[in-house]
């Protein structure tokens, strides 16, 4: 959470006016938000952009890199990085992750499976460890 403009003036020892005239800079406000750290408290609501990174980044049939699905979004990776420290993002996207592992389940097994089938010793130990 952003600190109020009275303990950024406290503790950088500056005065509180200088404080309020530099978060009201535009260039101040871009480079926060580039960074992905809100001026106010966010609610819980996830914004348009915040949904679509998370769909994004979990869809596992899309094989681009982080970065790359990040770019084609539009989203700084400071932005992400940001936004994975503010609860109700973290939150939305850690549940998400975990809907996806255990949906993901039937399919990782019968790959296992399967490369046991044709052979694979490291995947036969796995399907014995899995018993």
Partial sequence: ???EAS???RKARVDQEKVVEALSNPLV???LERRGIPLVVPDDT????????INLL???SDRRSQGAKLKALGINPGTFKGWKK???????YRAEAERLFGESM???HAATVNRAIDGDMA???QVYAMQ
């Avoid at 996830?46 to 990174?53: D, E, H, I, P, S």
């Avoid at 609860?87 to 939305?92: G, L, M, Q, R, V």
């Fill in 1 to 3: 959470v952003f600190p």
């Fill in 7 to 9: 303990e950024i003036s």
């Fill in 29 to 31: 406000q871009q480079a």
């Fill in 46 to 53: 996830l914004n348009n952009k915040q949904v679509a990174c």
């Fill in 58 to 60: 979990l869809n596992v």
């Fill in 86 to 92: 503010q609860k109700p993002f973290s939150e939305a």
């Fill in 106 to 108: 039937p399919e990782i």
């Fill in 123 to 125: 995947a036969i130990k």
